[in-house]
């Protein structure tokens, strides 16, 4: 087999077999094919596209590159939530806990963020001593006796998908529904959970722009699910605003822990409904999503989502302290109110604009090697629909460097579009695919 006949057998339209793909994705993580030949490859599938079954085929190739994480040893049904990422996006510091009080195993696997925001592990390291630097056996230790525990991502899972991205992100072959959910299921595969709920954003702030796009995207992912034996559910949400009011890793920590004990925005705590309640279902610990829906609300009243969460940190190595008192979270400088320079309702907010302004404060990374600052980013006082008067004031800047404050006024007031009459009302949540 050579990997030129592979590149023109899918540059010519044809489907390549179950046996090539395995020989190209086993041959490149070993190191004897060149980058370039795999990049004619990935040149040649965005333009031909895969067809279900090499998209399958692909996807469990990737995962048998490296380790796949037994978690056998863990007791019940385990579900694994995926979000493919936007701005404020503090889901899983919600829904982990809640699911978790309801005795149903939730054993995560985290990245660290690249980007406007840092990832779930960077939001979580705002808690003092908190690592997700444990064994595999104190991973499944955890869940078996908390229900809940959350470790990074290992060099070993899925080392075939780090390679391919790495090279699709410089030779423009990133956008491709085959190669983007083959990447996402690998690893949620690879990481062992038994069942599988996705949370595909749509909009400004997310990378499918358009609900076509996230449809098809949500679509090609359950099916990888269920021709590989794993229940896989998609919850199509909106990201045409950032979700919640908090962009910034403590800010979005201090609103998560808002949320758990009934005082979050909104938005945020029904898009933790949606997704925990299709978590709840495929658990089986639930037979409607409305019952599964009355559990999770049920953690919040009764006080056992912020308990579970504290247990969490605690087990990790984190400061309950913090989780009694937010106020000892780690806390920007200076805090200056945005006022509004126009009057009428606020019709769009630029949700990627916002994550770049956050980013720019310290909130994110623009390279691997930058340090983030956990106290700084954006805090919204104005959403979508909300009526604003001039001097009114629409956001908040957590800063500790003042001299960007000015150039973060300026671009949240650009990235704020306010209009004389009220925009139609965009759905949080689009769909459910199952």
Do not use: W
């Amino acid at each position: 087999m050579r990997m030129y006949d592979l590149i023109i057998k899918k540059r010519n339209g044809q489907e390549l077999s179950t046996e090539e793909i395995n020989y190209f994705i086993e041959n490149y993580t070993k190191g004897n094919i060149p980058d370039y030949q795999v990049s004619a490859l990935m040149m040649a599938i965005y333009f031909q596209k895969m067809n279900m079954r090499e998209t399958s085929a692909l996807t469990m190739a990737i995962v048998n590159s490296g380790d796949v994480l037994d978690l056998s040893k863990i007791e019940g049904i385990k579900v694994d939530k995926h979000s493919t990422g936007g701005v404020g996006d503090t889901t899983s510091l919600v829904l982990t806990p809640m699911v978790a009080a309801l005795g149903i195993p939730v054993a995560k696997m985290s990245g660290r963020g690249l980007g406007h925001t840092g990832g779930t592990i960077d939001k979580l390291e705002s808690f003092k001593g908190f690592s997700v630097e444990i064994t595999e056996d104190q991973f499944i230790n955890n869940v078996n006796t908390i229900k809940l525990a959350i470790m990074g991502q290992t060099a070993d899972l899925a080392p075939a998908d780090k390679k391919l991205y790495a090279l699709r992100d410089v030779t423009g072959t990133v956008d491709n529904i085959s190669l983007i959910s083959s990447s996402i299921m690998s690893k949620k595969i690879a990481a062992g959970a038994d069942a599988i709920v996705l949370d595909v954003k749509v909009g400004d702030g997310a990378f499918m722009k358009s609900y076509e796009d996230a449809k098809e995207l949500a679509q090609a992912m359950v099916s990888i699910g269920k021709n590989v034996g794993r229940e896989t559910i998609a919850v199509i949400s909106d990201m045409d605003q950032p979700l919640g009011l908090a962009i910034g890793n403590a800010l979005e920590v201090r609103e998560a822990m808002d949320t758990l004990v009934g005082k979050g925005p909104q938005d945020l705590l029904e898009l933790c409904l949606t997704v925990g309640s299709q978590m709840v279902l495929l658990a089986k610990k639930a037979s409607t999503v409305e019952e599964a829906r009355q559990m999770l609300l049920k953690t919040i009243e009764d006080g056992s989502a912020i308990r579970k969460f504290k247990e969490f940190i605690t087990a990790q190595g984190g400061s309950a302290e913090q989780v009694d008192n937010p106020d000892l979270l780690p806390k920007a400088k200076y805090v200056v109110e945005v006022k509004s320079d126009r009057a009428g309702f606020v019709t769009k907010i630029n949700a990627q604009s916002l994550g770049l302004i956050a980013m720019e404060l310290g909130a994110g990374r623009a390279t691997k090697e930058d340090v983030i600052d956990l106290a700084v980013g954006v805090v919204l006082n104005k959403k979508r629909g909300d009526k604003v008067e001039v001097g009114e004031t629409i956001a908040y800047i957590h800063a500790n460097d003042e001299s960007r404050i000015e150039k973060a006024k300026k671009d949240i007031l650009k990235n704020y579009v306010i209009s004389p009459e009220a925009a139609r009302n965009i759905p949080l949540i689009y769909d459910v695919i199952r």
